[in-house]
């Protein structure tokens, strides 16, 4: 647990320090962020900041947030104890670990966090939490915001890029500001596909961890290849993803209709 807090704590902080360093390098140099300013138009530098700063909240939000641990109504210190003393090696067929005896359908066991998470979506390593029933939105939303803010702040770094007679001068005038293009790049392109998968998943109601693992999980294997069983065509699985708050019982879903248990 310790050690848990110490990694969040430090990609926490990764994240806050780079977000804000890099924003720094953008108005410091002659972008067009900053000849806004001179020129006294603010409103394009606050928007930026304000986004800037809604990025870091949501992220932080989405952090920090319950991501939809299984509650453990029925657990019991003595279980606390031996949950912590399985073996490592016991981790991948935790379906009925000490936790959550009653596992809901679409939840898993998350080996970092030690907990169950309903409708779990996958452990994400850069927020340090998990992505579940209950975050997952504001993961997606966060992932928009965070998208735009990175390529609003591309635009800004690729305008105060300024020229030089040689190459030598050219990189030492540019050097902060070509290596905050080369992260914000990089980010921009790693969330723009993790934001395509997760849309594309969401439309389709299933996981990133139903997908990935389709033939391990029990509901699933009774299906076909093509077959989602819970999926209820794009429109609505979009509405009641973004939409329609509070948790859906799975503990009441069963299989008596593999075909749509919803
Ligand atoms: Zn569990
Ligand atoms: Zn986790």
Redesign the pocket.
Known sequence: MKNMFRTGFLVRATHTVLTWVITLILFVHNTELRQCEERGELTLPVLFFLLVVLSVLLYFAVSLMDPGF?LSDTVKPSDLET?SMVPQSSTCR?RR????LL?PMR????PTC????RRFDHHCPWIENCVGERNHRWFVLYLMVQLLTLLWALRVAISGISPSATWESWFSINAFLLAALCVVAVFSMVVSVLLGCHIYLVAINCTTWEFMSRHRIAYLRECSDEDSPFDRGVLCNLWDFFCVCGAVAWEQVYRRNPQNPV
């Open positions: 299984v949950e935790l670990c000490g936790f959550c596992q939840a898993k066991h998350c030690s907990r169950c998470v």
